[in-house]
T-cell receptor
Framework: SAVISQKPSRDICQRGTSLTIQCQVDSQVTMMFWYRQQPGQSLTLIATANQGSEATYESGFVIDKFPISRPNLTFSTLTVSNMSPEDSSIYLC??????????FGQGTRLTVV | GQQVMQIPQYQHVQEGEDFTTYCNSSTTLSNIQWYKQRPGGHPVFLIQLVKSGEVKKQKRLTFQFGEAKKNSSLHITATQTTDVGTYFCAGPRQNFVFGPGTRLSVLP
């Protein structure tokens, strides 16, 4: 299993600013995943964060908007840049530890005003 | 690309009634996973199915994987208020696709 600490748990931000979300795992994992979940919707994969290389982004998501860092095997950050109200959502980090089961952080509830 | 659909989108049941959600994929799946997300919470893994026709049980929950490995179902017997939440199916990790989810509400 894996325990994930994600912060902040929530934030209210002004449009045009940026927010960095941190994700700390209690064990070393190869890949970390960042998801967005809009209210009442399913999870959409933003990108896969690989240690030692650039993140791999899914269609519709770009590095300039969602830069990701992965400095080591237990930590990653996702930045939501130049925010607009459309970025209001829950952002979740996730890992698979050992098997294929996915573990999720508690999520960051972002409101952009 | 792979698409995973779920029905129904919403289900309201009286406590004690049964509940079933269905997951259908446009392609054959090597495995399928089910997650539960409580209101305000994060998704929590329930189970993974791998074999064609596989059936697994967890107390009141029964999971099935279709013979063609393109569909799956989750059945809850005698729902309780603690079953409230959204149930997601998800395809294999390589192209990890979550279904849209079925939101279950249970009326006491």
């Amino acid at each position: 299993s894996a325990v994930i600490s994600q912060k902040p748990s929530r934030d209210i931000c002004q449009r045009g600013t940026s927010l960095t979300i941190q994700c700390q795992v209690d064990s070393q994992v190869t890949m970390m995943f960042w998801y967005r979940q809009q209210p009442g919707q399913s999870l959409t994969l933003i990108a896969t964060a690989n240690q030692g290389s650039e993140a791999t982004y899914e269609s519709g998501f770009v590095i300039d908007k969602f830069p990701i860092s992965r400095p080591n095997l237990t930590f990653s950050t996702l930045t939501v840049s130049n925010m607009s109200p459309e970025d209001s959502s829950i952002y979740l980090c996730s890992v698979t530890a050992g098997g294929t089961e996915a573990f999720f952080g508690q999520g960051t509830r972002l409101t952009v005003v | 690309g792979q698409q995973v659909m779920q029905i129904p989108q919403y289900q309201h049941v009286q406590e004690g009634e049964d509940f079933t959600t269905y997951c259908n994929s446009s392609t054959t799946l090597s495995n399928i996973q089910w997650y539960k997300q409580r209101p305000g919470g994060h998704p929590v893994f329930l189970i993974q199915l791998v074999k064609s026709g596989e059936v697994k049980k967890q107390k009141r929950l029964t999971f099935q994987f279709g013979e063609a490995k393109k569909n799956s179902s989750l059945h809850i017997t005698a729902t309780q208020t603690t079953d409230v939440g959204t149930y997601f199916c998800a395809g294999p990790r390589q192209n990890f696709v979550f279904g849209p989810g079925t939101r279950l509400s249970v009326l006491p």
